[in-house]
């Protein structure tokens, strides 16, 4: 069994840029969150993917979209990077959709904006 | 406004002390208190979690303590262990509806030494 799986491991844009993060969950987990964390803090929900469709978002812009694709794999996309979108980006699998707590996370893709 | 607090954020102990790191809350409506470790370059994993209908759960040398009516739980680590030196996150989550998606605390970084 696999665990969750995201790419690339680690990335540099330019403030305004765009850029489109990857998951994979891990075998038999068909709901996705991603989560940013900031240098030493906690990591903050940006939002969750279930049945390809968005299941809860926090207080992040629209710039910060996703999607989730029929193998349960999801990507993350930022518009017009920021310098305050340096960060780790988390990505949690767990199974049962919505109802389980059994979030398993990726090692996560460091971003720098420059 | 930061939903889980965490104290300390650093913690220094010799090998086989106890260290006690402690969590408040304020929304009853959360019902799942999870704690992460995390290490350097890699996501959090889960160490332990509880439920409020309990006050007390071991698994291992972690046990977590929780105090519904002052609205804080603690984990203690028993015997610590230098391989115990890492980043520890609680978290709280609430409810079956919607993302469930966790709220984290700052963070606490624990040195273990030999």
């Known amino acids: 069994e696999t665990g969750v799986t995201q790419s690339p491991t680690h990335l540099i844009k330019t403030r305004g840029q765009q850029v489109t993060l990857r998951c994979s969950s891990q075998?038999?987990?068909?709901?996705v969150s991603w989560y940013q964390q900031a240098l030493g803090q906690g990591p903050q929900f940006i939002f969750q993917y279930y049945r390809e469709e968005e299941n809860g978002r926090g207080n992040f812009p629209p710039r910060f979209s996703g999607l989730q694709f029929p193998n349960y794999s999801s990507e993350l996309n930022v518009n017009a990077l920021e310098l305050d979108d340096s960060a780790l980006y988390l990505c949690a699998s767990s199974p049962q959709g919505a109802r389980s707590y059994g979030y398993t996370f990726g090692s996560g893709t460091r971003l720098t904006v420059v | 406004q930061q939903q889980v607090k965490q104290s300390p954020q650093s913690l220094i102990v010799q090998k086989g002390g106890i260290p006690i790191i402690n969590c408040a809350y304020e929304?009853?409506?959360?019902?799942?208190f999870p704690w992460y470790q995390q290490f350097p370059g890699k996501g959090p994993a889960l160490l332990i979690a509880?439920?409020?209908?309990?006050s007390e759960k071991k698994e291992g040398r972690f046990t977590i303590s929780f105090n519904k009516s002052a609205k804080q739980f603690s984990l203690h680590i028993m015997d610590s262990q230098p391989g115990d030196s890492a980043t520890y996150f609680c978290a709280a989550s609430r409810g079956q509806t919607g993302a469930n998606n966790l709220f984290f605390g700052t963070g606490t970084r624990l040195t273990v030494i030999p």
């Open positions: 929304n009853t409506a959360f019902d799942y």
């Open positions: 509880i439920r409020p209908d309990v």
């Open positions: 075998s038999g987990h068909n709901t």
